[in-house]
């Protein structure tokens, strides 16, 4: 069983930048791969990023591709999320969830969130 937490959300200007971090608990992170997921409101959960355990591929929604950055260190049992150029329809509620196997759609475990806002 893994824990995870998010960090790092907040009121950013369009165009701004963001790194949020998901911290993990238990001695098997390494053996799951990470997925950012974000909801806003009266929408459904979109994918964002992923990340293997296996060979550290990292996967992109098209809507972030280019402007967001996946990426975790197995020995801090941290990943991050860099989000740049960021635009006004960013804004959510993110979770990093953590699955045995990348998937796009579904998860293992997931963290409570962390807000992100983007003013115009």
């Known amino acids: 069983q893994v824990q995870l937490v998010e960090s790092g959300g907040g009121l950013v200007q369009a165009g701004g930048s963001l790194r949020l971090s998901c911290a993990a608990s238990g001695r098997t992170f390494g053996a799951y791969a990470i997925t950012w997921f974000r909801q806003a409101p009266g929408k459904e959960r979109e994918f964002v990023a992923g990340?293997?355990?296996?060979?550290?591929?990292?996967y992109y929604a098209d809507s972030v591709k280019g402007r967001f950055t996946i990426s975790r260190d197995n020995a801090k049992n941290m990943v991050y999320l860099q989000m740049v150029s960021l635009k006004p329809e960013d804004a959510a509620v993110y979770y990093c969830a953590a699955s045995l196997r990348f998937m796009r759609d579904g998860y293992n475990y997931r963290g409570q969130g962390t807000q992100v806002t983007v003013s115009p």
């Open positions: 990340i293997s355990q296996i060979d550290g591929s990292t």
